[in-house]
């Protein structure tokens, strides 16, 4: 075969670039591991680009760049080889990349797998032993007392303080929640407030007063306070109350569950102020005519 007749089948049919570059390397009569060196290519990707397997790089600009590089080393046209090697990168079906694990260089450094175990084993134990101890009280006695065997240890408790008996002084105060009529007055009958009171609106008992009392038609709207401290309703609100005391002292005793001292009926005490709105419920009856 002439060389006229090589260069048409070279034209026809070009060779791959990895056997052109393969080629080129023998022709200098460097090693693989020479233009390794040379270029900082990979070894294994240099073995790649000669046997024309584009599937094994990373993607097609990087089978160009290590093409280019290559052909740098061994003094070839890297502009026409990047150019065909872009051609032959696209046209190869890509495989699946596999990972190779990473190998250490001093195996010494590493536990070994039974330490590893081991202390995988005693954390487990911990952490099982901390949760019966949490849950269970696995190191505590059945009634909270200290297991067999741990030394008692005396520890002064401060004696308990009986509750002391409610003053007879404090701050009364009540408080529509709602629009809710009332009249307070003393032992005396004596009225201290008389009329229907709207929500927000508030009236303090005063302290000097003698045995007050309350007479009430929706007791559930009605907020009472001693001291700052909220009671409970002096009724449920299905009907009214009345004659009930609300000073310091029967609030306390009422609050506490005692028995609030009885109001002392007080006679010829005079009736409420007049002119006052007074609901049906709580007026004073007519004497009987003779």
Known sequence: MTDAERSDNATLFPQPVGERLRAARERHGMSLAEVGA???????????????????????????GFVRAYARAVGEDEVTLARDVRV????????????????????????????VIVAAGLGLAIVVL???????????????DAPAGTPSVAVAVPAVQPSPTPASGGHVTLTATDEVWLRVYDGANKTLYLGTMKPGERFDVPAEADNPMINVGRPDKL???????????????????????????????????AAAPAAAPTPGAAAPTAGASVPPAFASPSPAGN
């Open 38 to 64: 040379r270029t900082r290519v990979p070894l294994r990707h240099l073995e790649a680009i000669e046997a024309s397997n584009y599937g094994a790089l990373p993607s097609p600009t990087y089978a160009v």
């Open 88 to 115: 032959e990168a696209q046209n190869t079906p890509r495989a699946t990349p596999q990972y190779q694990p990473y190998e250490i260089a001093d195996p010494t450094r590493v536990p070994s797998r039974g330490l």
């Open 130 to 144: 901390a949760m019966l101890w949490f849950a269970s009280g696995l190191f505590r006695g059945e009634d909270g």
């Open 223 to 257: 907020q009472v306070t001693l001291n700052g401290s909220n009671l409970p309703p002096l009724g449920s609100g299905a009907r009214p109350i009345k004659d009930v005391p609300v000073s310091a002292t029967a609030l306390a005793a009422r609050d506490s569950g």
